[in-house]
């Protein structure tokens, strides 16, 4: 992560990205070393994650572009601070570390609550639903807490230029969310009947129509 933010921003005087993976790293470890005293079987399978570690083609692909989007969120970052194409105030950094802190916590809650969030898509022998927690409110809330930690990333870095780099990475998180929908729906038992209990609520939180997939991602989030 600090070739990626340093290298392109050729120089080393850059508070933002220090105080950035403190944040980032910081939190990591710190989930890390909780999933490692309370769930380590959860830490295993988090550990199991990328392009490589996917079963299915299609969710092969998806964590390519996902891969590329989250480089794309560091690097141009790293060359607007040198360049200075869109820098944004100090305050405007200090809350994007506060949103990638947030999103780790909502990260922390899923895992707390569901002993089967691994980082590939997939069903162990056992899987039940999770309908408890951040799942009786949202059908996916690990996707709900990357999205503070998304848009907070580029800002943490102090670049406005680098929100562009969620064009790549949302379409792929999209893709991939509406793409574990139909492998849930053909292979856990008692999802289809979930959805039908929480589909009405996320849709609310939403305020989007459930016809359109474009819409049910946006309320799956």
């Known amino acids: ?61 998806i964590m390519v572009f996902a891969l590329l989007g989250f480089v794309a969120l560091l690097v141009v970052p790293a060359l607007d601070r040198r360049f200075m194409w ?3 105030p100090p305050y405007v950094s200090l809350i994007g570390d506060f949103l990638v802190a947030l999103g780790f916590l909502l990260v922390y809650f899923v895992i707390r609550e569901n ?6 898509i997939q069903v162990v022998e056992g899987q039940t639903v999770i309908s408890t927690g951040p799942y009786a ?40 969310l509406l793409d574990e929908e139909r492998f849930l729906h053909e292979h856990l038992p008692g ?6 209990r929480c ?14 997939d474009w819409g049910v991602a946006a309320s799956l989030l």
């Open 137 to 176: 409110v949202v059908r996916h809330p690990m996707y709900a807490g990357a999205l503070p930690l998304l848009t907070g990333t580029p800002l943490a870095l102090g670049s406005w230029a680098g929100l562009i780099a969620l064009l790549l990475f949302i379409p792929a998180l999209i893709w991939r």
């Open 191 to 196: 999802y289809t009947e979930y959805t039908g």
């Open 115 to 120: 002993s089967y969030a691994a980082s590939t």
């Open 1 to 61: 992560m600090a070739a990626l933010l340093f290298v392109p921003a050729g120089t080393f005087d850059y508070w933002q990205a220090y105080l950035f993976m403190a944040v980032f790293v910081g939190a990591s470890a710190a989930i890390t070393v909780y999933l490692a005293i309370k769930d380590p079987e959860l830490l295993e399978r988090r550990m199991k994650a990328g392009p490589t570690a996917e079963k299915q083609t299609s969710q092969k692909i």
């Open 199 to 212: 589909g009405i609520d996320c849709c609310r939180l939403s305020g989007r129509s459930t016809k359109n």
């Open 86 to 88: 869109s820098p944004v």
